[in-house]
């Protein structure tokens, strides 16, 4: 169970959009997922989107929505203001160093002149000419595109063996690329989903902790001594708001309506169990903590990391609230932990046999 998660990002009472993170995940994360489930048709997963991720995937696509460093990017390098040239050296370099950086040389170069951690960018705005603010534009972005798409575009490719002194064209072409690839994510998860290989589910709509709507005092179900605000005041409508919304829009984007739900943060609560069974939904899936004190410890870790009854952890449940009865299945939080904050600063080959070695031990 893959989750596709961004918080909502633009300011619609503003019209603008500070943040690139739906676009440069999009372009590399989300839909290189598409084409390694592509390329290996044997392989089932779930991948489970937010509804508010998807909304902003599609103002992309079918608005022409921008983001504050997409307008930077588009500003010719020599028409760039002072405060536009700051904004480029202090945020053109968000990308991890050692996977998008530091294997080109030109992206080095730059990252190394600007000697972040030393030095603000005023004092180092006088080391770059045009063509390095133009190089930096272009980098940036060709960067966050996904390995495999470079192997199937011959342009795209030659940029990266060109590597530096871009032209304008140049960097148009790598945002008409960010264009087209963001056309291409929804309709390629929906083609996994009528071929079989995945199956597609949702969040409530912008991500609500959705116990805390129902009711915020049961925080203390699992932390006793919380404090409480001081208003309690429940906002069932809004909860029930959130998980017809998620339902209804993922059936119109992706053509069937979901049978499961990762509830946000995996949040979850006995409430809530007849509000998502009256919406269709069938299946959850949170994580082995909600289990490990649903049964006051008998699943848990012992004092090595190792799962105590670990056949009580790996095996679907039923929940029940009233007449409603959903399955739930909990995730184990040390492999997602690896895969989600760990693997990325080891050796892909290494990274995947050590995650192999460790589903063999638990089998």
């Known amino acids: 169970l893959w989750h596709m998660h961004q918080p909502w990002y633009p300011d619609d009472l503003a019209g603008e959009n ?8 999009g372009v590399k994360s989300y839909y290189g997922m598409a084409l390694h489930l592509q390329e290996f048709p044997e392989m089932r997963c779930t ?4 509804p508010c991720l998807v909304e902003q995937i599609r103002r992309y696509v079918e608005e022409n929505r921008t ?12 028409d760039l203001n002072e405060e536009q040239a700051l904004f480029l050296l202090n945020n053109f370099f968000h990308a991890n160093p050692q996977q998008m950086i530091l294997p080109y040389p030109r992206y080095r170069e730059l990252y190394t002149r600007r000697a972040f951690g030393k030095l603000p960018a005023e004092q180092v705005l006088r080391r770059f000419q045009e063509s390095d603010l133009r190089d930096l534009q272009v980098w940036f972005n060709l960067t966050w595109i996904h390995p495999l798409v470079f192997e199937r575009d011959s342009e795209l490719k030659e940029l990266l063996r060109k590597g530096r002194f871009f032209s304008e064209a140049d960097k148009m072409l790598v945002i008409s690329r960010h264009r087209q690839i963001l056309t291409q994510i929804l309709p390629l998860y929906r083609q996994l989903v009528e071929t079989g290989q995945v199956e597609l589910s949702t969040t409530p709509y912008y991500h609500p902790i959705l116990p805390l709507l129902l009711d915020k005092r049961l925080a203390r179900e699992t932390m006793p001594e919380v404090r409480l605000p001081h ?4 906002y069932p409508d809004d909860a ?4 017809r919304r998620a339902v209804e829009y993922h059936t119109s984007v992706f053509g069937a309506k979901p049978s499961g739900m990762w509830p946000a943060e995996g949040s979850v609560c006995q409430s809530m169990i ?6 269709g939904i069938r299946w959850i899936a949170t994580d082995e903590g909600i289990l490990s004190v649903s049964t006051h410890g008998l699943v848990g870790r012992d004092s090595r990391g190792f799962v105590r009854n670990p056949e009580q952890l790996y095996q679907p449940y039923w929940v029940q609230e009233g007449q409603a009865k959903l399955a739930v299945v909990f995730r184990d939080h040390a492999l997602s932990d690896l895969i989600g904050f760990h693997y990325q600063r080891s050796d892909g080959e290494e990274a995947a046999q050590d995650f192999l070695a460790k589903l063999q031990a638990i089998g």
């Open 231 to 234: 208003f309690l005041t429940p």
């Open 47 to 50: 991948i489970n989107f937010v």
């Open 67 to 78: 983001d504050r460093f997409l307008e930077i990017t588009q500003i010719p390098a020599g």
């Open 274 to 279: 007849p509000l998502l069974a009256s919406h």
């Open 18 to 25: 500070l943040m690139p993170w739906v676009r440069l995940h």
């Open 240 to 243: 029930q708001w959130h998980v």
